[in-house]
């Protein structure tokens, strides 16, 4: 049973983790381009960067929906209602973007006076964010994309597509902000920019090969503005987007107790968090494979096999974790050397560093965990326990901080607070909760209807074989 746990966990985390890893490259170039201009510049970096994460939260919401809408249909052997529902997910993508950008776009000065930043570093977070949320539809459309393909199995190629975009989108941003290659020099505005174009790359090959019928996923452009189709993905996609939204804004106002302390305490926040997602997009692929693994083992009433496969993710995911941080401990001083040339947010990130290192093990729990929750239905809960980790742990301790004037390691300090939170809670009702009556909650995954039948189908077309309808492997361009 463990053996069996460990293999499939590991087998379904392992690329989602390399394309994750990948992802988060691209805002650890972002912050080694700006390094050598200043800790201004690497500020309005780290404040940009969160602002345009609301935008991405949207887009993450969407990939939820089209995740259960195109795998149930994948699932039910009807390859034409996946193909349409990809065609619907990626006109939603555009929709949303198009609105949120814009909105955005205008409200960026107002926006970033959340962060009490100084006159330049306000000013060049500004010119950061207009541009990256006019251009946030191309990620959008490339998160789409790429979790289409993996709701049907194939995990490969979004691993492709990814580390293409990514090398394209480190490259025309050092070469816009530095003015290199012959490329024009534009400072900070050539992060969104160069890294928009990247991106574009992944979508218009997509989108090429997509209209030609190269690929599973056929161009329903008739059906892509359905109204119960549309409707479905917003029914669906919208208590994700709340729930991104609320963790979104708590990292905001944390963040604004953050840069009460100066802009080289705010800037090493944001170095650290840099480097904390390398260790975050571990869990992630661990968190997806629990939830996967622990929906369709209580689809197929395998209740003990469930909670093993949930106990041997979170084992895995603190190995993982844990071992990462140690080596990002042991390499703290060359990394704040790196990621910033003043010696002020060099000490302020050692510092962080090792309070990231220290809540590795927390983290792993509510990752691994967590996933295992949500795949089972219950979604409800661990929205109640980001709550309480978030709004008790983090927010109230931090103001409580601030208001007795402790230092800034004290405030670095309080995030162990939330994880630990975090944590209890979720072991708490991971054991006690009743697995047999998770296959009736009323908010199961859509798709657990027909996994069953084909609970073994994400595991063999992992390695990028795909099953068609009559469930053999074809190979797809």
């Known amino acids: 049973m463990a053996g069996f746990s460990y293999q499939t966990v590991w087998r379904l985390a392992g690329p989602n983790i390399v394309s994750n890893i990948l992802m988060v490259s691209i805002s650890f170039a972002h912050l080694w381009i700006v390094a050598p201009l200043g800790q201004e510049m690497s500020a309005a970096v780290v404040a940009g960067g969160r602002v345009h994460f609301l935008l991405m939260a949207a887009a993450m919401a969407l990939s939820v929906a089209t995740t259960a809408v195109v795998a149930r249909a994948w699932g039910a052997d009807d390859t034409n209602e996946a193909s349409a529902s990809t065609a619907s997910s990626l006109a939603l993508a555009v929709m949303i973007s198009i609105v949120l950008g814009t909105a955005t776009y205008f409200a960026a000065p107002y926006l970033v006076r959340m962060f009490s930043l100084d006159g330049l570093t306000a000013s060049l977070a500004v010119d950061y964010i207009q541009p990256a949320a006019l251009l946030n539809m191309v990620f959008a459309l490339m998160l789409t994309i790429a979790t289409a393909f993996r709701a049907i199995g194939d995990v490969i190629r979004p691993l492709r597509y990814i580390a293409v975009g990514a090398g394209a989108a480190i490259l025309f941003s050092y070469a816009l902000v530095r003015g290199a290659f012959g490329a024009p020099e534009i400072g900070i505005a050539g992060i969104p920019w160069g890294t928009a174009a990247g991106q574009a790359l992944i979508v218009l090959w997509f989108m090429m090969n997509w209209l030609r019928g190269k690929y599973v996923f056929r161009p329903h452009i008739s059906g892509a503005l359905e109204r119960q189709r549309i409707g479905q993905l917003v029914k669906i996609g919208a208590p994700a987007a709340i729930e991104q939204v609320l963790i979104q804004m708590s990292f905001l106002l944390f963040m604004m107790l953050i840069s009460g302390y100066g802009t080289a305490a705010f800037a090493a926040y944001g170095i650290g968090i840099t480097i904390l997602s390398i260790t975050i997009v571990v869990g992630l ?193």
């Open 285 to 477: 692929g661990f968190g997806t494979a629990s939830a996967t693994l622990s929906g369709q083992l209580i689809g197929a009433e395998k209740h003990d096999e469930a909670v093993a496969s949930g106990w041997a993710a979170m084992r895995l995911a603190m190995v993982g974790m844990c071992g990462l941080a140690f080596i990002t401990y042991a390499f703290k001083t060359p990394l704040a050397n790196i990621l910033s040339a003043d010696p002020v947010v060099r000490a302020d990130t050692e510092y962080f560093i090792l309070i990231l290192a220290l809540i590795q093990p927390l983290m792993a729990i509510e990752f691994a965990i967590g996933g295992a929750l949500r795949g089972a239905g219950d979604t409800r809960y661990p929205l109640f326990v980001t709550f309480c980790g978030m709004i008790v742990g983090r927010l109230s301790v931090g103001f409580m901080v601030q208001a007795l004037g402790g230092p800034v390691e004290a405030m670095y300090a309080v995030i162990i607070g939330d994880y630990a939170i975090k944590a209890a809670l979720l072991v708490l009702r991971f054991r006690k909760i009743d697995w047999r009556e998770m296959e009736l909650h009323p908010h199961a995954p859509i798709a657990l209807q027909s996994v069953a039948g084909i609970s073994r189908g994400p595991v063999r077309s992992f390695f990028g074989r795909r099953l068609n309808q009559s469930g053999s492997e074809e190979n797809q361009p």
